[in-house]
């Protein structure tokens, strides 16, 4: 039980790490956020989990289970609301960008 | 294991680098946020006192069923129920002196309080 | 291990007190007062002090910016010259 | 002529900022009174409010002390100690687990309810000085974030009912609480653009919840002929309905600075509307 606890732990710990590292790899600031909200969230789940396998005298899976869904839940929401935002107020996207939905769209009204 | 003076010196830093800004900025938002640094680093100090070594958070739990008392290890929560309502008090005080600040700008047009006696 | 944790955190409170009063842009001492109130709540867990945790972290970098930032939107976003 | 009075201005305010520094660790190195230093290595544990909270005979150690001429007790074993147990201890001074709890109100009530009248009156002041500021429009909110503020601000909300309720067990109480309803109702205001806040009801609720206040500590007058007095039986260590009074007023309070908290800033983002 502590064995499988530890090693969804060290997995989630290792999503988190690639999150951060694509923080300074990645070209501009959409890039930087896809990777900061989409390994984060992996990350905090598997983290998450494996302590309360690992503990689970001291920790209450219900809990638990509700913090991984209010986690699922509001941090794509919340790095949505921030790249729209920064969209609007004209943080420039990379060279290599081919397509931008979202100009066409504003564009369009 | 943790070296007092420093957890000491980092709240009485922040306390000064507030002052230091509340002394010398002239744009008045810019002198409510040193005044919520100074704020943060008066409930830091003054959780910091009631803290000791190696202390538990005060409240009974149902993991440890015989509590000997003579090796239990609370902290002192008087300055953390102090601190409790101060927290909030401060965001109704900022409150109210963010809305003083928007009459301001209403009223003379500027930020700027060396600018603020020019016009009437 | 507590030890690192908190010069870490404290000493990045100090600059980042350093970045809200030498900030060009308000919007940027703002959020710098919003990372002080975080790791202020941070250092509060670790203290030992969960009540107060819990209403700095909702307070210190919740509402507290919220409402700075409603009051810049009135005043148009002077910037500070 | 301007750019060399700013300067002097900030040499002479570096200057007084570094003389309070050195003061402020000077005081920090030197023992203070009676030979006690203030770092946190070196406390005297039986100064503590917790180990006279723990004993749950705070009165009673008092006593204790003054009927044998002391300040404070030099021993731990000499502390007259009444064992408590998670669960099982009934009929204590405090029913309370979560002793900042029943700090904040029974012991220190008062400030409390004086606490409580500042935020009041603070709140007062902002909506009168908002009045005659015009609301300015944002963007439109996208739809996934109109969906998700209509489905995660509720879940806020109760999470903020549940943390005052259970603020004698679980860390947390009345103002934390206050603050995440706080918090949940700013996530609406600002995610859904048709959601209008009603000022009207967040008014009643504050005044009928600054009542209640009032009337429970009335209440402690008459029966126990004290104010804020704790009428009601404490219960058990550690079960919900226990601590008496605590959980009501804490209840009370977290309405209280939950809808006060909303309402200001719903105001300051709304601007006074002339009613």
Known sequence: MAVTGAIITLIGSLFLFLGSLGLV????????????????TLGSILFLSGLAISQSEFINIDKTIVLILFIVFTNPISSHALARASHFIGIPLT??????????DEGKE | MINSLFLYSIACILFLIGLFGVLTRKNVIKILVSLSIMETAVNL???????????????????????NIHTLNFVDPLPQALVLTAIVIGLGTTALALTIAIKLYEHYGTLDITKMGDKK | MYVIIISVLGITMIFAAFMAIYAKKLITAIISLGLIGLFASIIFLLLAAPDVAITEAAIGSGLSIAIYLFALRHTEGQEEK | MKNTNFVTGSFIALTLVVILGIFFFQALNQPAHEGKTMPVDNVH????????????????????????GKSYFNERDEVPSKTIEFGKSKNLEEGSANEVTSIVVNYRGFDTLGEVTVLFISIIGLTLLMRGINNKKIREPSLILKTGTTFLSPLIVLFGIYVFVHGHLTPGGGFPGGAIIASGILLLIIGLESFQFNSVLSKSIESLAGLAFVGIALAGLFVKKSFLANFMPTGTVGYLYSAGMVALIYIVVGLKVGAELASGIAKLKEGGKND
């Open chain 2, 45 to 67: 100090f003054l959780i910091i006192v009631g803290y000791i070594k190696n202390g538990k958070a005060p409240i009974l739990t149902r993991w440890d069923p015989h509590i």
């Open chain 1, 95 to 104: 060279e290599k960008t081919t397509v931008d939905r979202l100009a066409e």
């Open chain 1, 25 to 40: 790899r990645m070209p501009d600031l959409y890039n930087r956020m896809q990777t900061g909200t989409k390994a984060t």
């Open chain 4, 45 to 68: 544990l039986e100064d503590r409010v917790s180990l006279h909270y723990v004993l749950k005979n705070v009165n009673e150690a008092s006593q204790y002390l003054e009927s044998h």
